[in-house]
């Protein structure tokens, strides 16, 4: 068996799946395990060629949950997630170079690396062959969900990511006034942010989705939606996933790190240099982040995009 570490969020796991694909492709008869949490299960069926998740603290407890013949990081440059691996005894171990774990082989870090050609770099210094372009998803059915919709993310867990919710809200009662079909999304723990946001942009209660989709709704959301707003996210990696066209606000990481591929077009990059999230938690003030009007002509290119596309695909 290979045991894939990979314990982080949406996004991230996006980020891996073109690395979690070349080890698919190098042992298609090798069981391929993802350590994860339990809840990104859903996002792994997406990605495909991951036969179970195993849940992360299964990894810690007196007993490991598995002994696999290899075991890969795709978490981080150690030395925590090193030993954490190699504490289920694996027959090999694959990483970066770690003196700290006593892991003196791998390749060296390089902090300027984009997060997707990372993973495919450290594969290949095995002789795993990945492409950091395969990053599309399998796309869910919008059994759930509506389609065609304009979805306006303004969360993130990580408050210094956050651009202020009058931002959004500003861009957002814009598009509902260009006509499009504008949805709040968002985590349980988002919803009064996402109810602030729609209320200020005059959108009814019911555009408020934030808390009540699952992971495979979120999904098949963006993956049939006509456009995405949102901070540097899950979901914004979502929309790469699924060539859903994007305007992604960076801040303070930087879009040459996590950003989508620049040669894709239906994707638009805004960045701020940080924020600074208030007491109450709900918004923030930028420092040097984009102006709404700034945004709203980012979608206004990402359309163009999109049609220029379309006109050149249809002769």
Known sequence: ??????????????????ALRGLR????????????????????????????VVPTAALT??????????????????????????????????????????HLDGP??????HEVRRWCRLLGWYGVDADPE?????????DQVPVGVTVVHPGTKEPAKRPPASLFAEVAAELHRRGHHVVVTGSAAERDLAERVARDAGLPPTAVLAGRTTL??????VAHAR?????????????????????????????????????????????????QTPPDGVGAEPFGGPAPGEVLAAVDEVEEAVRVRGAVATG
């Open 227 to 275: 456009l995405v707003v949102g901070p540097d996210t899950g979901v914004a990696h979502l929309a790469t996933a699924y060539g859903t066209p994007s305007v992604v606000i960076f801040g303070p990481v930087p879009a040459r790190h996590w950003g989508p591929p620049a040669h894709r077009r239906e994707h638009r990059v805004l960045e701020g240099d940080r924020y």
């Open 61 to 102: 407890g007196p007993a490991p949950a598995c002994t696999p013949a290899l075991a890969v990081n795709l978490h981080g440059r150690g030395p925590e997630s090193h030993l954490l691996l190699r504490a289920t005894g694996p027959g090999h171990l694959w990483g970066f170079h770690c003196p700290q774990a006593e």
């Open 134 to 142: 395969d990053l599309a998803l399998r796309r869910p059915a919008p």
């Open 25 to 52: 492709l190098a042992f298609p008869r090798r069981r391929l395990a993802l350590a994860a949490p339990l809840w990104l299960a859903p996002l792994a069926e997406l990605i495909g060629g991951i036969d179970e």
């Open 216 to 221: 495979t709704d979120l999904a098949a959301l």
């Open 108 to 113: 060296v870090w390089d902090p300027e690396e």
């Open 1 to 18: 068996m290979i045991l894939v570490l990979r314990a982080l969020g949406v996004g991230d796991l996006v980020t891996a799946a073109p």
